[in-house]
């Protein structure tokens, strides 16, 4: 080992200014998503736990060529009806890497670290040398705040310019306006329109008003007024860790004693589940359990950890979960376009690999893509409510949706493909921990327990979906039906006058008969086609 | 029972009218009107050793008015009225002629627009119901089909053919030079008569060898009928054969290639009929005719050519698969008066070979005659199944 070589530690800021492809700045089009994202996932974060419909407005323009090849200097600015933040935490907020009230804390918000807002100051500030513009109001405040926050690349920590205060005509609220290097890509599967009506989609409660560079300014209003109550959260269950996690874990608890840390710091570590570990003969005794928890050595830890993971423990609660229900995803849904017909599923919280989770499906037709028979269904996968538009095909959604036989259920699909046709399918996991293969939270591990609470959830919205199939088939089949009647009953009547010259009161009665018999034929299907509507109300009944 | 064929052909008005009767007083009480057919496939088939053909059973398939069948009938009923018209008139048509009469009518009228023919089958197909319906042969409503195969040679037989206008034409074959006789499809208008007596009646699968047979003078040395049936016999030349069986009672040989396709497919027909024709079998089967050969034995008694059947021909090899199901299903093959049909088949199952009928023509290179010195010694020697 050269001995010249001077080992130096750097700060997190550091790490993240040298790593931003690894939290969503892989490219000049995802620079733009992955700001806009942080943005406004802060901001609805921050209005559901403060209780408040959230309003959003979202400007992104081009403001002429970038600093970088090929690229274009780009503005986002979003502003939110959010509780505002207090001017001295806005250099933490937008500033400092891991400044974060929800790290680690076990519940279903969306962002979880702290890292993607100051990445995206980081992001202008490398391109174009300037940090995020934030106004922000509290209500509390007469005035607002308006200023610049810098990275302190080297420490870590936010530093605010150009403070002043200005008169802003809103109750509270904060205003952030990243200026930098990317390039705007509206449509495909990765473009913003996609991301916002997917944000959409999942938050019924959000109204926004947007405009993306040249087009018309959009809105799209709130379907729901209820603000979804985020569950408290839960503390991890033993079995989601690994025992590097767990003694990192007992750094949170201080002087405690080790029964005391295991039974708050865990779900599912009660009085009885330490007996056991006693009875287990593993190691653990009373004298081990009544240490303190500072004076805890590797061994101790090692002990405990094994003890625990050798165990049957009851699966954690479901109760930190949060849903979006099928009643507001139903309402949600008609936003994406013009809907001929949807199916929603809301399962059940359930337990996969040890971690509460809940999955919601909306599968939707839509109109104006009916002649698309050919293209893919269209996927839109969400984590904790965040659309996740990147690296598809790793991800435990898609593999869950191309795992299940649409054909059963009357749609098209190639051999293990997504299912053909002008369908939406909208797949969201909710959960505290969900297990993300990057940082840049763009694709759900596949872990064989969730991809099968996905598949099944898909299967139920499938049945549905075939239900309302089914009753256009027989639809179309009266209609045939009715046709058939009408072209050939004449026609049949009149040869059969003509060759035995009957008289025209036979003819007539003829013809009367015919329509008869045919009808009862027709009143058949008719009364098949009201079964199929009946089911179809009794499905949305139950979406009700 | 045997029926009277022209008394079937002149009631078809009536039967069609009582038909179309019952039709709309059915519909005028709203009661679904029911067709019946005859079920034409090969389990509605039954051999009756007494008469020697296959007849059918009792299964019959209904066809009931509803919303799907609402075209079918519509489309039989019009092209009834097509017919009647044309038996009424005296006209004859093709299947072919037919479907474009119907285009021709459906055209002049916006009404019938639906009942438009997309291609020949779907009027063939309506043609067929009305056949059915009315359990006659498509001959009885005047659509003939065009008269293939049946060339016929022999020095004694006179034809005298009764001619729509009642005329008769008085046709004497030993006048036609090297022109064969065409018999028409309508079998019941001929009434054959001998100049001498007439020893047997010879049917040569290929009529090229039938043919060739006559060149060299066959029908000079033997008092004899040839035919060539031209592959598998067309309607005219079963009726042919069955019409010769029937007024000249003479023995009929069939001679044709030994394999599996001209066992079942052409000499099964030409003796017993077909499933698919069942309801016309009485007319157009001549049970008396015997396989002269090739027979198996044949092939070392001779020392002919034969030759293993290749997997690529995709006829044989499906002649050979049909063998194998028809000795297990056909009514035909599995009575015992046909033992001899059926070993035949047996050979040919388990030695997969075959043996064309002009291998005759190896016997002897240098001998025109051979074939015909074979098939004579064959008749004297009693060597047929």
Not at chain 1, 71 to 86: A, F, K, T, W
Not at chain 1, 98 to 120: E, Y
Not at chain 1, 390 to 410: E, H, L
Not at chain 2, 333 to 350: C, H, P, T, V
Request: aromatic share 6%; proline share 4%.
């Amino acid at each position: 080992m050269a001995r010249d070589n001077k080992i130096t530690t750097s700060s997190t800021a550091e790490y993240f200014s040298k790593n931003l492809q690894q939290v969503g700045f892989s490219s000049l089009t995802k620079a733009v998503l992955t700001t806009l994202k942080e943005a406004v996932d802060n901001a609805l974060d921050a209005c559901e736990e403060h209780g408040i419909l959230p309003d959003l407005k979202i400007i992104i323009e081009r403001l002429g060529a970038g600093t970088m090849k090929n690229s274009e200097r780009i503005r986002v600015r979003v502003e939110d009806n959010g509780p505002g933040i207090e001017a001295d935490d806005l250099p933490k907020v937008f500033g400092e890497y891991l400044a974060s009230s929800k790290f680690g804390r076990g519940r279903c918000t969306r962002g979880q670290q702290g890292i993607g807002i100051s990445a995206a100051t980081t992001w202008a500030q490398l391109t174009c040398a300037m940090g995020a513009r934030v106004i922000s109001k509290t209500k509390a405040q007469r005035k607002a705040v308006s200023a610049i926050i810098e990275v302190d690349i080297k420490n870590n920590r936010g530093n605010m310019k150009q403070r002043e205060t200005i008169d802003w005509d809103r109750v509270h609220g904060t205003l952030v306006e990243f200026t930098f290097d990317g390039r705007v890509q509206v449509n495909g599967e990765a473009g913003i329109l996609n991301y916002l009506l997917g944000t959409s989609l999942v938050n019924p409660h959000l109204s926004m008003e947007y405009k993306l560079v040249d087009q018309e300014p959009q809105s799209i209003e709130r379907v729901s007024s209820v603000i979804p109550a985020i569950p408290e959260a839960i503390e991890p269950h033993p079995h989601t860790m690994k025992l590097g996690e767990f003694m990192a874990h007992s750094h949170l608890y201080g002087k405690i004693k080790v029964d005391a840390w295991l039974k708050k710091a865990f779900s599912r570590v009660g009085d009885s589940v330490l007996e056991e570990m006693i009875k287990s003969g593993q190691g653990v005794n009373r004298t081990l359990l009544s240490k303190s928890l500072d004076q805890a050595n590797e061994k101790d830890f090692l002990t405990l950890f094994t003890t625990l993971q050798n165990m049957v423990l009851k699966a954690p609660p479901t109760s930190s979960v949060l849903s979006i229900g099928e009643d507001s995803l139903s309402k949600s849904i008609k936003r994406l376009g013009k809907v001929d017909f949807f199916s929603v599923v809301s399962r059940s919280p359930t337990i996969c690999d040890f971690k509460p989770v809940q999955i919601e499906v909306a599968i939707a037709r839509l109109e104006e893509r009916v002649t698309e028979v050919d293209a893919p269904a269209q996927v839109l996968r969400f984590a904790n409510r965040v659309p996740l538009q990147f690296d598809k095909s790793a991800c435990a959604i898609v593999q869950a949706i191309t795992s299940v036989n649409w054909r059963s259920y009357g749609l098209a699909q190639p051999k293990e493909s997504l299912p053909l046709g002008p369908y939406i399918m909208a797949v969201s996991v909710v959960s505290p921990f969900i297990k993300f293969k990057n940082a840049s939270k763009e694709t759900i591990d596949a872990s064989d327990e969730l991809v099968e609470e996905i598949r099944r959830a898909l299967m139920q919205a499938g049945q549905k979906l075939s239900r309302y199939i089914k009753a256009e088939s027989k639809a179309a089949e009266l209609e045939e039906k009715t046709r058939y009647i009408e072209q050939f009953g004449p026609i049949l009547v009149e040869g059969l006058v003509r060759i035995t010259k009957a008289k025209d009161d036979q003819k007539k009665r003829a013809t009367d008969g015919l329509m008869k018999i045919l009808g009862r034929d027709a009143t058949e299907t008719k009364n098949e086609v009201a079964v199929a509507a009946k089911r179809l109300e009794e499905v949305s009944g139950e979406e009700r | 029972m045997r029926r009277d064929r022209s008394a079937i052909k002149n009631s078809i008005p009536a039967i069609s009218r009582e038909l179309c009767a019952k039709l709309l007083g059915d519909l005028e009480k709203a009661k679904r009107p029911i067709l019946y057919a005859t079920k034409c496939a090969l389990d509605n088939a039954i051999y009756n050793h007494k008469v020697g053909y296959l007849t059918p059973g009792d299964k019959k398939v209904a066809t009931e008015l509803n919303v799907s069948s609402v075209k079918k009938m519509s489309r039989a009923i019009f092209m009834l009225e097509v017919i009647l018209r044309n038996i009424d008139s005296g006209a004859v048509n093709t299947k072919r002629e037919l479907y474009y009469i119907g285009k021709g009518e459906i055209k002049g009228s916006s009404k019938l627009k639906p009942l438009d023919f997309q291609d020949q089958d779907e009027s063939d197909e309506t043609i067929d119901f009305v056949c059915e319906i009315l359990e006659c042969y498509r001959e009885d409503l005047n659509c003939y089909a065009n008269d293939r195969g049946g060339q016929t040679y022999s020095q004694q037989l006179i034809v005298t053919e009764t001619l729509a206008d009642g005329e008769q034409a008085v046709i004497e074959l030993s006048k036609l030079g090297t022109s064969p006789f065409m018999p028409k499809n309508r079998p019941q208008n001929l009434s054959l008569s001998v100049s001498k007596k007439i020893d047997f009646c010879l049917i040569v699968e290929s009529e090229g060898t039938a043919n060739t047979l006559v060149a060299n003078g066959f029908t000079k040395r033997h008092n004899a009928i040839v035919v060539g049936a031209q592959g598998v016999p067309s309607n005219s030349v079963r009726g042919w054969c069955k019409l010769i069986q029937e007024q000249l009672k003479v023995p009929l040989y069939f001679f044709g290639d030994l394999d599996a396709y001209t066992m079942q497919n052409i000499y099964r027909t030409l003796k017993a009929g077909s499933a698919a024709s069942l309801i016309r079998n009485q007319d157009y089967s001549a049970p008396e005719v015997k396989f002269l050969g090739v027979l198996p034995q044949d092939i070392a008694k001779y020392d002919l050519f034969d030759y293993p059947v290749k997997e690529n021909d995709a006829q044989e090899v499906r002649a050979l698969k049909k063998a194998d199901d028809a000795l297990k299903n056909d009514p035909f093959f599995q009575d015992k008066r046909n033992k001899g049909s059926a070993e035949i088949l047996k050979w040919l199952l388990k030695n997969k070979r075959r043996c064309e009928q002009q291998a005759f023509f190896s016997v002897d290179p240098k001998d025109p005659t051979m074939p015909e010195k074979i098939i004579i010694d064959k008749i004297k020697s009693g060597s047929y199944v």
